[in-house]
């Protein structure tokens, strides 16, 4: 009876710590949450910093811009300097405001700044590299708006270059719609972050989007905010003499609280600074997120959440979950005022296997819709005489992504992104050092390749561009019938046998890679034991000598 009693008060002592933990894991994860979105608001802030002022220069170029395809490259490059699609459109806006920028040449412009946005989530991808498996889902998850976002563009770009829907569908939106001003757009999530981001920084961002109108007396100007605050005071003094009083009304402009706002350092300096901290503090957080949640998220609790998000309704209402999670998606990021901050926090969850591919595609969906609507009222928020323009660059997205949605997801043959995610993270789960090569080829090199052959003329485009896209289409082709029809293919084209192998696989670059890492990882070893070498005694290596 008394082993009984014991044991029972064992066990009653041992739930109590297990509820314990749990209660306090709950608030840690919101805690840990709330840090990872402050610390990717300070990460856009430091790309604002380190490529702002480059991002305004680029479009100063008009005569670039009226070129579509410049123009989406522009777009990508821009949002992933300043990792910020708010600021890339709020500085188009500006530009159609002030006639420096028609609505055809910001279109692309801003299908550009779609794709570069989701360049956030596939970097939070990374920082699941560790484990393979939570890697491979981690990093399909995230490319699955990368896949979706340069499909749309693809289908879409050369329509709105020969037919002008979007810009005339926008045109007549805005014609039918009474537009008046409105209020500020509401600020829900930054009302709970900035009294953490504006201790660290604070960003004067009218400042790149006067560059980019050409505003010569903003180009040596710091895009970190040294006055923050301006207080009027009025002093009234009366003069007995004469009987009479006399208002005096002055300005003062109070200086801003935050780190640097004292600070020396030139903005590229303190872009650099706060770019390595606020990655430092992503990696931490996502690290003990990632954790926190395999702990939380066990057994029948694990069940069941996953059985609640990926599971679908009965028959024949089937296809309603997943316009539900569009619904979801678009009015989480309407919450959180930004699209790469939803869709970095769902990133681990699809790592961790809570939350499948199948569902994670209807929510970065909703995200895009999302982010769009943000967009309209900041744009009904515009002053009179920008209103109309504002408000069309801002439909122009809004329909955007809208037709993406409907040539990318309604019928289920058509969901090519999640296909194209998946074989994009078995491939990173197998070669983990694609995944940076998939970063930089994807949002620097091609973009850069493109809008060169763009600035070379029409005439090189094509003849360098009708080849490869020729080519891509007849190898997807034949790697269709490989797998599903071998016999309509001729023998040698039945597999890609007949081509060496640094052509049909990655291993050879995998092996090189491998062998510099292992002589680099050998050369540091020799150079640590010579050091230790030099720093032992001469006796002492004479001894070892002679044993």
């Not at 929510?363 to 982010?371: F, H, Q, R, V």
């Amino acid at each position: 009876m008394l082993q009984r009693t014991a044991s029972l008060i064992l066990t009653a002592k041992h739930l109590i710590k297990k509820l314990a933990f749990t209660l306090f894991k709950i608030p840690l994860l919101f805690l840990l949450l709330y840090i990872f979105v402050c610390s990717l608001d300070i990460l856009s802030s430091a790309f604002q910093l380190a490529g702002g002022r480059v991002a305004g220069n680029i479009f100063q170029e008009n005569a670039i811009l009226s070129n579509p395809v410049a123009g989406l490259v522009v777009g990508i490059l821009v949002t992933v300097l300043v990792q910020s699609s708010s600021t890339s459109t709020s500085i188009v806006v500006s530009l159609v405001s002030a006639s420096l920028l028609d609505v055809r040449s910001a279109i692309p412009i801003i299908m550009g700044s779609n794709i570069g946005t989701s360049v956030t989530n596939t970097i939070v991808a990374l920082m699941q590299a560790g484990e393979r498996e939570e890697f491979e889902r981690a990093f399909a998850g995230a490319t699955v708006h990368d896949c979706f976002n340069w499909l749309s563009v693809m289908a879409l770009l050369p329509l709105e270059a020969v037919s002008g829907l979007l810009r005339h569908l926008s045109q007549v939106a805005v014609n039918t719609l009474q537009l008046r001003n409105g209020e500020n757009a509401p600020e829900l999530l930054k009302v709970l972050t900035e009294p953490l981001t504006k201790v660290i920084i604070q960003l004067d961002q009218s400042v790149i989007t006067a560059i980019a109108n050409g505003d010569q007396n903003q180009r040596n100007k710091s895009l970190v905010k040294r006055w923050c605050q301006t207080s009027w005071l009025q002093h009234v003094y009366t003069v007995l003499l004469y009987h009479m009083s006399f208002l005096h009304v002055c300005c003062t402009l109070l200086t801003g609280r935050h780190l640097f706002v004292d600070c020396s350092l030139s903005d590229l300096a303190v872009g650099l600074i706060l770019l390595t901290c606020s990655l430092l503090v992503l990696c931490s957080c996502l690290i003990l997120l990632v954790k926190l949640l395999n702990s939380l998220l066990k057994g029948q609790v694990a069940s069941s959440i996953n059985k609640i998000l990926n599971t679908d309704f009965s028959y024949p209402f089937t296809w309603l979950a997943g316009y539900l999670a569009v619904l979801v998606g678009a009015g989480m990021t309407f919450l959180v005022q930004s699209s790469s901050v939803f869709t970095s926090a769902i990133t681990p969850l699809i790592g961790i296997g809570v939350i499948s591919i199948e569902r994670a595609y209807p929510l970065t969906l909703g995200s895009n819709l999302g982010t769009t609507t943000t967009a309209l009222l900041a744009a009904l928020a515009s002053p009179g005489e920008k209103l109309a323009a504002a408000t069309q660059v801002a439909l122009c997205h809004f329909f955007f992504n809208l037709f993406g949605i409907l040539l990318w997801y309604p019928i289920p043959a058509t969901r090519l992104p999640i296909r194209m995610s998946r074989a994009l993270g078995r491939c990173t789960a197998r070669y983990r050092w694609f995944a940076v090569l998939y970063l930089v080829v994807c949002f620097l090199l091609f973009p850069s390749l493109v809008f060169a052959l763009s600035m070379a003329g029409w005439r090189v485009m094509a003849g360098v561009g009708v080849p490869v896209i020729i080519l891509i289409i007849s190898v997807t082709i034949i790697n269709i019938l490989q797998v599903r029809r071998p016999r309509c293919l001729p023998f040698k084209l039945q597999s890609w046998d007949i081509l060496p192998v640094w052509m049909r696989s990655l291993q050879p670059m995998d092996d090189l890679i491998t062998r510099m890492t292992l002589w680099c990882g050998q050369t540091k070893g020799k150079c640590w034991m010579l050091v230790v070498l030099k720093e032992l005694p001469r006796r002492t290596l004479m001894r070892t000598q002679m044993s």
